[in-house]
């Protein structure tokens, strides 16, 4: 059964930093790209940052680039991602995700994390 379980959200004030984490089970974590998505309030669901399964390539959105960093430990089945210089439309619920070879997708139960002074 595929698990994945985000913590490290909360409140930060703008310009403050973050680091989300994931643990990950019940599938092929080390064979397995990963994802973190994000929900802003009022808004559908955006992609956040991707990591190939050796971390060998990373790709992110634009609106995060330059800020945000995603990391892996495959002997810890644990995926990261580093929030540097927040902003208030960071705001939002962030989510990991799992897409399955047939396009499947598995996600967390989220985190929330809210950007505000």
């Known amino acids: 059964q595929v698990q994945l379980v985000e913590s490290g959200g909360g409140l930060v004030q703008p310009g403050g930093s973050l680091t989300l984490s994931c643990l990950a089970s019940?599938?092929?974590?080390?064979?397995?790209?990963m994802n973190w998505y994000r929900q802003c309030p009022g808004k559908e669901r955006e992609f956040v940052a991707s990591i190939s399964q050796r971390a060998q390539f990373a790709d992110y959105a634009d609106s995060v680039k330059g800020r945000f960093t995603i990391s892996r430990n495959n002997r810890k089945n644990m995926v990261y991602l580093r929030m540097n210089n927040l902003k208030p439309e960071d705001t939002a619920d962030y989510y990991c995700?799992?897409?399955?070879?047939?396009?499947?997708?598995?996600w967390g139960q989220g985190t929330q994390v809210t950007v505000s002074s």
């Open positions: 019940g599938f092929g974590f080390e064979t397995s790209m």
């Open positions: 995700n799992y897409r399955t070879g047939f396009g499947h997708d598995y």
